[in-house]
Nanobody, 124 residues
Framework: QLQLVESGGGLVQTGGSLSLSCAASVSTMVYYSLGWFRHAPGMEREGVACISSTGGLANHADSVKGRFTISRNNAKSTVYLQMNSLKPEDTAVYYC?????????????????WGQGTQVTVSS
């Protein structure tokens, strides 16, 4: 069974950077689309960035374009989210998601497997 474990969250000041990682428990992750999502209190879950199985194509939400970058290392079964120029409104629990039946990069897709989440807090 696929398991996803996020790491790298924490507390950072406005304008700072954080790098999130999500390690998958299976090497077959190379065939999966992967995504990063976030959920802030009182808000709906938001698709932050999603990446195709090969890593050649990615989609970033307008709210993070130019500041966040999703990438993956299939040899390490890991997906990353580099977050720069962080703002207080980026504060949320960040989750990674994967789906063995999906190879594209649309964050509107209903991903099947989810990690436990990691808290990101940006102070003003």
């Amino acid at each position: 069974q696929l398991q996803l474990v996020e790491s790298g969250g924490g507390l950072v000041q406005t304008g700072g950077s954080l790098s999130l990682s999500c390690a998958a428990s299976v090497s077959t992750m190379v065939y999966y689309s992967l995504g990063w999502f976030r959920h802030a209190p009182g808000m709906e879950r938001e698709g932050v960035a999603c990446i195709s199985s090969t890593g050649g194509l990615a989609n970033h939400a307008d709210s993070v374009k130019g500041r966040f970058t999703i990438s993956r290392n299939n040899a390490k079964s890991t997906v990353y989210l580099q977050m720069n120029s962080l703002k207080p409104e980026d504060t949320a629990v960040y989750y990674c998601a994967a789906d063995p039946a999906y190879t594209d990069y649309n964050c509107a897709y209903e991903y099947q497997s989810w990690g436990q989440g990691t808290q990101v807090t940006v102070s003003s």
